[in-house]
Each structure stands twice: as structure tokens, then as C-alpha cells.
Nanobody
């Protein structure tokens, strides 16, 4: 089992920045990727960004590419999502997920999920 805990959500103004963090515990050696997903009210959950647990591969959704940056610290078992140039449409609950993932941008393979953290961007 892998336990994931998100932190860093909150309120930001449009154009501002927030940094989310995902701390992992347990059998983190059993995963090969960590991703961030988000779900806005009344909408389906969508992929945001992901990173391989080894190597340098990252992947972003078109809606956040160039604004968000995902990074990891293997020694601390943490993954961060730096969110810049925030827009009101970025408002959502953000979830960290991990697992043995073949396709970074798809939910399949992400077996472990955090409880989510709220991000609200005001206009």
C-alpha cells in the first residue's frame, strides 16, 4: 500500500501562484509514476500533470502546459506541483495519485489516491 497526502491548496487571485505538495509513505518502491488530477464542481475528474518516479519524463495536459511544473524529490518521497499564472478555471479539488502507470495521462494504473486539496482562484 502507498499512502498519499496532499497539502498546499488554498485561495489565489487570477495570475497568482500556488504550490501543491504530495507526500508519499509506505511501499513507494512499487510505483513508477505520480500524477495530479483535478475535479471541478459538476465536472469529471481530469488529468493535470504526471512524472515518472525515475528518470525525467513529465507530461502535462494542454490546459496547464507552460503554467504548471511538476517535480519530485525521491529522497523525501514528495512530488510538487508549482502552479503559476492561475486562472479561475483552475479552481478544483486537486488529487495526487500514484501507481504502476503505462500511460501517464490516463487514470488507469493510478491505484493510490490522496484525499484531495481545494484550490480556488478568484477573478
Amino acid at each position: 500500500q502507498v499512502q498519499l497526502v496532499e497539502s498546499g491548496g488554498g485561495l489565489a487571485q487570477a495570475g497568482g501562484s500556488l504550490r501543491l505538495s504530495c507526500a508519499g509513505a509506505g511501499r513507494t518502491y512499487s510505483i513508477n509514476a505520480v500524477g495530479w488530477f483535478r475535479q471541478a464542481p459538476g465536472k469529471e475528474r481530469e488529468f493535470v500533470a504526471a512524472i515518472r518516479w525515475s528518470g525525467s519524463m513529465t507530461y502535462y495536459s494542454d490546459s496547464v502546459k507552460g503554467r504548471f511544473t511538476i517535480s519530485r524529490d525521491n529522497a523525501k518521497n514528495t512530488v510538487a506541483l508549482q502552479m503559476n499564472s492561475l486562472k479561475p478555471e483552475d479552481t478544483a479539488v486537486y488529487y495526487c495519485a500514484a501507481g504502476l502507470v503505462l500511460v501517464l495521462g490516463a487514470e488507469r494504473g493510478y491505484d493510490y489516491w490522496g484525499q484531495g486539496t481545494q484550490v480556488t482562484v478568484s477573478s
